[in-house]
């Protein structure tokens, strides 16, 4: 029987293979076992994000220094990823220019 692999999100113990992926039976997070936790940026759902993907904001975001907060919904395409910083996603957001977002405010789109 092979070793147990705990859950990354939340660190369960029921986990299991399927189709060379790892998938936890509490939260039903999916991830590769083979790739580091450490490199992988996960965003609110869970879903790993790579450089160039697009992200929607799932809440309104306040900006300092502008009037209006980023809304719930807007779509932010090719991101760039930096894992050594808090605000993970570098963006360039239509309206506001470039700026730094946390992953746990967006999901994949």
Not at 14 to 30: A, K, L, P, R
Not at 67 to 77: C, I, Y
Request: net charge negative; hydrophobic share 30%.
């Amino acid at each position: 029987m092979s070793e147990v692999i705990n859950c990354p999100k939340c660190s369960s113990e029921f986990t299991y293979e399927q189709d060379n992926m790892m998938v936890c039976s509490q939260c039903f997070h999916e991830w590769d076992p083979n790739v580091s936790t450490e490199e992988q940026i996960l965003d609110s759902n869970g879903n790993v994000l790579q450089n160039g993907d697009s992200v929607v904001v799932i809440k309104d975001l306040p900006v300092k220094g502008a009037p209006k907060p980023v809304k719930a919904g807007t779509k932010v395409k090719n991101i760039r990823l930096r894992p050594d910083s808090d605000h993970n996603i570098d963006c360039k957001i239509d309206g506001f220019g470039s700026m730094a977002l946390k992953s746990e405010f967006v999901r994949k789109a």
